[in-house]
């Protein structure tokens, strides 16, 4: 009986605490004041160029990398949010010959809006990849943004012959990191 009598007034106890509650008045005014910034980082380019391929029928070639379409930029979300964005640039050249990259960020009119420049020693036997970041803000920000492609040229330095049969490659990998302010 007094089990019962203890398991009926734990039980009124518990029903009272779940009957009285708190709460506030909610503001929702504050969503007027909510601000994102959100970063994010995507792969813009990649390739990877053997030694054999700048030579064609047994003469040596500057090469042209195929115009990579870049529209991310032109979409009307980043076009109103983005307000920084970051081209990261790393190249490995394993080839015995030095090289210039000129990397052309064109519109859509192929009219070229801003050029990367870098210069790539010859491959001594060590490692030495280049890595450039390259940061787009306020009027050099407003070129990113109008942006469509990239083209790649690849021009030879003097140096040792290449042949069919050379060895090593160039590679370059880029990555885009976009900031971006949501209000």
Do not use: W
Not at 61 to 80: E, G, H, I, P, R
Request: with cysteine.
């Amino acid at each position: 009986m007094k089990l019962v009598f203890s398991n009926r007034i734990l039980l009124l106890f518990i029903i009272s605490l779940f009957s009285f509650s708190c709460s506030s008045d909610l503001d929702f005014n504050q969503a007027n004041d909510l601000k994102l910034e959100p970063i994010f980082v995507a792969n813009l380019a990649y390739f990877e160029i053997p030694a054999h391929e700048f030579v064609a029928n047994g003469i040596e070639q500057n090469l042209t990398v195929a115009s990579a379409t870049v529209d991310v930029f032109n979409d009307a979300f980043f076009k109103m949010h983005l307000t920084k964005a970051d081209l990261s640039f790393e190249i490995d050249n394993t080839i015995n010959r030095g090289y210039t990259l000129d990397i052309i960020l064109q519109d859509r009119n192929n009219q070229p809006l801003y050029t990367i420049n870098f210069n790539i020693p010859a491959y001594t036997g060590v490692a030495n990849p280049i890595t450039k970041i390259v940061t787009f803000e306020n009027a050099k920000l407003d070129l990113l943004k109008s942006t469509t492609k990239m083209t790649f040229v690849l021009k030879m330095l003097a140096g040792p012959p290449l042949s069919a049969n050379s060895i090593g490659s160039f590679k370059l990998r880029s990555d885009v990191t976009a900031y971006l302010i949501v209000q």
